[in-house]
């Protein structure tokens, strides 16, 4: 990736997408949301959609700004789309967040702050879709990981296309009888195109490439590969397009969400294959705690989909959705995540400070940024943190021990935040070569430098 410009607010999402994983984590330890509250309480949601959005999206967002122009080999269509598109998340956000607080009594004003959330989370995602959008269309035909990220993005718009429908009906805008009913019964379709497709899908196509260039294991591109891309899109196209139809038709919707479930499973069992194929086949025989991080997130997911299938088959799936909800989204999207961004932030760091100057300097080498050992407790406490609180839930255990999981995870989370801090601030590099002639030391929230 040396000579590949940097997008310049992707720290910036990073930054911001931490702080509102802290946040969430604080709100479930002051017993907001829940489990003290029912899953479809406005608490709840608030807590749901500041995770989703704050956290996991804006991650995705960034990451996608700096490694869509990698996966293709082009530049971002536009450099200075990101900034507003952040701005605009984060308003479209805070104003989501007000609407549920409005929703449950805990604020009184007039305001619609649900209208103004679609208007401005719209607006930032379609500068989302644009930016990346027309930067995979200049690129075609595609390599495989970059059509895994196109699937995500149809499915990010799904979402929010659901999204803005339950906002202009909660803010009393939108009164169709069409309407009343995809907001009455699409919750299940949002929620797939969200989690499943938007971020997991997603996250699997960025995978194949990270982990193959971070393990230095061969790019996957046979017939297990495609097939998990053809049938998973099949997956959730069945899921949501179907699941749309059987809405509008007064069809049970049950029917193309466990259609699309079963093609789901298939193509997730392709994946674990070719990951487990990249882990055995790559050339770095010592794995960094990134990619054994993501290891960890990825056996997770796979635990995760055992005990959804598990539950179904005793009939005790729909009293435990929110710990199947919860494990995916902590034990394996945010755990990939964390797991990503630490090997990111250093990666971009040293790019940004070091690119200008590689080849005429002796300069540090990635792994140089970082101090695995110190990192590796933070990890190891958040994955253990998470499997406590979830077991709590799961065995309907006092919810004394579920806060106590969550505020071990807040801990780690603050732990592994302070880790890619001291990387950002190259406070881990030995002193001699810190800052060699020609390099000045990166921003914490922006990258100054555009490496050619």
Known sequence: MVGVALSRWTMSYFATAVLALIAAEGLMLAGIGYPHAAMAAPASLLLVHLVAIGWLSLLMCGALFQFVPVLVNRPLHSNTLPLPTLILLIAGLAALLLGFAQMGGTIQTPFGFFPAAAILLGSGFVLVLWNLGRTLWAARPLPLPARFVVVGLCSLAATVFLGIIFALVLGGVATKPHLLDVTALGLPIHVIAGLGGWLTFTAFGVSYRLLAMFMLAPELEGRTTRGALYVGSTALAVAIVGG??????????????????????????????????????????VIELNSRMAGVALANLAATILLGIALLLAGRFNGHVGVIVFLVAFAWLSGFGLAKLYKIVAFLTWLECYGPVLGKTATPRVQDLVTEPRAQKWFALYFVAVWIAALALLFAMPLLLFQVGVGAMGLATIGIGIQLMRTRRLANVAPALRLPKGTQPPHLLHSSVQPS
Do not use: E, F
């Open 244 to 285: 749309m139809a059987a809405i509008c038709t007064s069809t049970n919707v049950i029917w193309p969400i466990g259609a699309g479930g079963i093609l789901g499973l298939l193509a997730l069992a392709l994946y674990g294959g070719d990951i487990q194929h990249l882990y055995r086949a790559r050339k770095r025989r």
